[in-house]
């Protein structure tokens, strides 16, 4: 059933979250980095801006992650416990998408068991709507949270969408279908970006775009690796050992496929052996790869690869430029 | 998680970012800063691993003292006893000027100036220094001269107002990525850009102009861009005339500068050059960008005079999009220069050859202050092979590895009666030590560093320091103490608060006003909100002063023995002796062991293939490195990075050093080359 939140129930509700969660709520850091943070009763809760600057799927893939601790015996020791699941307020219909992206690929059977744990008991809350940033409107999600709070101007409809959701909800007022149809209606209308990356990705999957290109965009790549590790669906990882005196650590942490080392074999030979080749794979994999294996872009058009990319060649840049150079006419 | 904002360890571009931490008080990430005017929510690939050595379990947690040939642990109150009664003891016996205090651009403002403080006041020596004089001394020394200020003259946002851009020895998007990056999207938007570089850099390949110009004729170069520049009328006449002085002696000086004359030294075409000084003149703003291209020669301070007459000659100084702007390497190299960890002045650039200026410390210390000012860090290395001095104290930096010619500052280190290292990790030049101390890195103490576009920030402590190690600003506190001086400074802010009060360009920097964006300097008091711009009206010096400079090679170039030029230079993944990024995963894996670029025209003239191990030779040692055939190099060139310890370049380089800022030649010395 259709719920309605004002500002005060928002708060009910996140108090009511925190015994049972570890809590993260979108606030300011202090050079105004919007920043999923733990939640205190004291927290400045930011209800519209921009998308938060760190990928939300770090809590569930962080950038250094302990896999095993070894003893001095060579017995594994029990990592450290999740205490409570988390909960995540405030994401927006890329992120969520993000998050599904990510859950597919590390919950595949085998399951990925340090992703799982932190993963499985995780509540996830949408936040779209008015929003965005000055409150501009955010699309709506594809329903794959377990609450969704849909901003308008002074209240927000909540709509459960997982059982614990629906639980969740139940204390709250009743909100009106029309005002949802409305912005549903809405929503269909503002999709530019998605369209972008489509014709993009139909230039890339008929071989279109020629090797200059990449060559030309390659050259302006100052090889930061920003773009991968802003990523939410960038799934790579390299493992990391580390011997102190009492344990032996293995970590994993984000790697970038910007990188040489990053294919390079033990013999020194390189199958992505220039940044063109790299540069290519990177866009690639995203808009012709991942369609071909999963049926959809690895793409959520969330824009942070964009923002972090010093020399504009994020992912939105350069299907830009693709579609303009290479789409006049070829669809 | 929790986050704190931080300044980026690395270079001087001045990023920040949060140090992601959990509970536990583990690093588990970084984010860029988004809204930081100098970060905008992007690093560069050193930026995005800088949390990766802080937890490395090669980290030092212990004091230790060398004991029979060994370092064992000991704890603090004995290591700072033994530390403070050595110094005091050869100073009292063979003098103060027989010890040498070297500190670090790695360390925060506060800690230089109390270190500077304790060589003077407590040790009562001007001997200290730091390794601004392996890169920028030249600078200082010569825009000193000429403009009154040594430091950058513009701000980074400058990049996105100026018509053109000319680098000169400067792999900025190698070596200062977020703002090679500002000159990659200057140049998207339509900026010019005149590269001056032998390798084949990435900024070249966006380059209007592309000067390969021989190694150290840098000079030849500039002259002969000015010479044509005034011989086509294209000189700033008013901004000359009203604004400089000693024109016609620079006239003079280029005289025998005639495109073709330049073209015989550099190797260029009369018409590159003829071509360069016409676009650069002709830009309403241009902007200079220079780094160790241009320094780090045995002419290196007149390199940089004649990178000054151009600005000046051209009127692009003092207004937005403009000025001379030599790139800081290091994350605090120009807050070290600033604090006075130099030999000849005290903080803010005063005198310690100006006896007010040293009474005013003197009363501030409450002690008298040696007259003469001390030895360069150079200098000192030479002294101490000689046996001429007996007791060093270095502070977070690896000469073993950084300084030219290695063998003699092996042999320097060797001669000294008493070596201490603080630092925090078991460096080459710490192995050599009789004391090291652990120190706290950036990540675990508080402090401020200042950028190169003299930007004061804060860094703050995110994480506790590994075992016993502590803040290097506690670490000089305790021997100033026993030096008898003040050290029961609370905290950094309050160093800060006694440093403002002694310099005028830092008199308005406090730590409640450093909470944003930090301030630029000069900033005089606490309303002045500090200075994106110098020389705007006047030049600090009063006009702008032309010092005429002419050429004179290098001191030690190619001849039938050694053949090829060695150039020397780091790489995008490593900094500086590889102590931190060596340890860094992603980076260490990037490139992990020494190699040599060789042009393939070289490589089939002496038979070398690539990824062989070959033998490096210089007059003054051999390394093993690796072949890397690439094009980057011209014939006749090779380049070597400085990060490898196990073969160190700087076992070839040479230690020829500028007469003025004592800088070594490490951009260019004779080699040959041959299979291992
Ligand atoms: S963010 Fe941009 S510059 Fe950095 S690695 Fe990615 S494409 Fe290259
Ligand atoms: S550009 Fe310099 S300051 Fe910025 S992240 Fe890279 S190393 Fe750090």
């Known amino acids: 059933m259709l719920k309605q939140l004002d500002r005060a129930d928002i708060d009910h509700l996140l108090d009511s979250l925190h015994t049972a969660y570890r809590l993260q709520i979108p606030q300011q850091l202090p050079d105004g980095t919007r920043h999923l943070s733990p939640y205190t009763p004291t927290s400045v809760l930011s209800l519209s801006g921009e998308i938060v600057h760190r990928k939300p799927t770090s809590f569930f893939f962080p950038q250094v992650q302990k896999l095993v601790s070894i003893d001095p015996t060579g017995h594994a020791r029990d990592l450290q416990k999740v205490e409570k699941p988390l909960a995540l307020f405030g994401l927006n219909r890329a992120d969520l998408m993000g998050i599904q992206f990510l859950d597919r690929f590390f919950l595949a059977a085998p399951a990925d068991d340090i992703y799982l744990s932190l993963r499985q008991d995780a509540l996830l809350i949408g936040l779209t709507g008015f929003s965005g940033p000055d409150k501009s409107f955010l699309p709506l999600s594809t329903g794959n949270c377990d609450i969704e709070l849909v901003a308008l101007a002074g209240h927000w409809l909540a709509l459960g969408h997982s059982t614990i959701g629906k639980k969740l909800l139940d204390p709250y007022a009743r909100g009106l279908n029309s005002e949802l149809e409305e912005l549903r209606q809405r929503d269909e209308n503002s999709s530019g970006d998605l369209e972008l990356l489509q014709q993009a990705s139909h230039l890339l999957m008929n071989d279109l775009v020629p090797d200059s290109f990449w060559a030309e965009i390659a050259g302006r790549c100052i090889l930061c690796s920003g773009c991968n590790m802003v990523c939410p669906t960038c799934s790579c990882f390299c493992v990391q050992d580390r011997c102190f005196e009492e344990t032996t650590e293995r970590s994993r942490v984000w790697d970038s496929c910007q990188f040489d080392a990053f294919m390079r074999e033990a013999s020194g030979h390189n199958p992505l052996g220039t940044e063109a080749l790299r540069t290519r794979r990177r866009i690639h994999h995203k808009l012709a790869a991942d369609i071909e294996r999963w049926g959809e872009p690895g793409c959520v058009a969330c824009g942070r690869c964009d923002r972090s990319c010093p020399t504009g060649i994020g992912m939105m840049a350069v299907a830009g430029e693709i579609v303009k150079r290479y789409g006049a006419g070829r669809r | ?676």
């Open chain 2, 1 to 676: 998680m929790n986050t704190t904002l931080t300044t980026c360890p690395y270079c001087g571009t001045g990023c920040n970012f949060y140090l992601l931490h959990d509970d536990i008080g583990q690093l588990t990430g970084l984010e860029p800063a988004a809204n930081h005017p100098v970060t905008r929510g992007q690093l560069c690939v050193k930026g995005w691993n800088a949390h990766a050595f802080v937890g490395h379990p090669d980290r030092l947690q212990t004091p230790l003292i060398r004991k029979n040939g060994q370092l064992q642990p000991t704890d603090w109150q004995t290591a700072l006893d033994l530390l403070h009664d050595k110094l005091r003891t050869i100073a009292t016996r063979q003098g103060p000027d027989s010890l040498m205090f070297l500190s670090s651009a790695k360390v925060s403002n506060e800690e230089n100036y109390l270190l500077m403080k304790l060589a003077r006041a407590g040790y009562g020596t001007n001997n200290i220094d730091h390794c601004a004089r392996l890169c920028h001394s030249s600078t200082v020394t010569g825009l000193v001269e000429t403009l009154g200020s040594g430091a950058m003259t513009n701000s980074l946002s400058c990049f996105a107002e100026t018509d053109l851009i000319f680098v000169i020895g400067s792999n900025t998007t190698e070596q200062h990525p977020l703002i090679g990056s500002r000159i990659l999207q200057a140049v998207q938007q339509g900026a010019q850009l005149i590269v001056a570089d032998s390798r084949r850099i990435r900024l070249s390949q966006h380059a209007d102009l592309h000067l390969r110009h021989q190694n150290g004729s840098d000079i030849a170069l500039l002259n002969g861009m000015m010479r044509h520049i005034s011989q086509e009328g294209l000189e700033d006449r008013t901004f000359i005339t009203q604004r400089t002085e000693n024109f016609s002696a620079l006239q003079q000086a280029l005289e025998p500068f005639t495109p073709e004359y330049v073209a015989t030294i550099t190797g260029l075409s009369s018409q590159q050059i003829m071509d360069a000084a016409r676009l650069f003149a002709e830009a309403d703003r241009a902007m200079i960008v220079y780094a160790m291209g241009i320094t780090q020669h045995s002419h290196g301070v007149d390199n940089v005079r004649a990178v000054s007459n151009l600005a000046l000659l051209t009127g692009n100084l003092g207004r937005p999009g403009t000025g001379i702007n030599p790139l800081r390497g290091q994350n605090n190299v120009q807050g070290a220069c600033d604090m006075g960890a130099l030999p000849d002045v005290y903080t803010g650039y005063q005198r310690v050859a100006d006896p007010q200026i040293r009474e005013k410390f003197s009363a501030a210390w409450g002690v008298p202050l040696p007259e003469t000012p001390g030895q360069m860090s150079t200098h000192a290395i030479e002294a101490a092979a000689a046996g001429k001095l007996c007791g060093m104290l270095v502070l977070g930096e690896n000469p073993v590895v950084s300084d030219a010619n290695q063998t003699l500052v092996y042999q320097a280190f060797e001669k000294l009666d008493f070596l201490a290292v603080i630092d925090i990790f078991m460096t080459e030049t710490a192995q050599l030590a009789d004391l090291v101390l652990p120190a706290a890195c950036y990540a675990e103490r508080d402090g401020t560093f200042t950028s190169t576009e003299r930007r004061v920030q804060r860094g703050r402590k995110a994480v506790e320091p590994p075992g016993q190690a502590r803040a290097d600003w506690q670490i000089i506190a305790e021997l100033l103490r026993r030096c008898g001086l003040k050290g029961d400074y609370t905290d950094p802010a309050e160093i800060m608060n006694e440093i403002a009060s002694l310099t005028p360009s830092y008199g308005g920097i406090e730590y409640s006003r450093l909470e944003g964006e930090g301030l630029q300097w000069p900033c005089s008091d606490n309303t002045d909100p500090g200075t994106p711009i110098l020389h705007t009206r006047t030049c600090t010096r009063g006009k702008g002063h032309f010092s005429p400079v002419t050429y004179r090679p290098p001191q030690e170039m190619p001849d039938l023995e050694f053949p090829l030029l060695l150039n020397t230079g780091r790489t995008a993944f490593h900094w500086h002796t590889g102590s931190m990024t060596r340890r860094s995963h992603l980076l260490d894996r990037e490139e992990r062991q020494a190699f040599v670029e060789i042009n393939p025209t070289d490589a089939e003239k002496y038979q070398l293939a690539e990824r062989q191990q070959l033998k490096v030779t210089s007059r003054r040692g051999s390394v093993s490195v690796r072949a890397r055939l690439t094009e980057r190099v011209p014939p006749g060139q090779v380049f070597i990075p400085f990060h490898f310890a196990e073969s160190a370049a700087n076992v070839l380089t040479n230690n020829a050093l500028d007469p003025e800022s004592g800088i070594p030649e490490f951009k260019v010395c004779a080699v040959r080359i041959e299979a291992c």
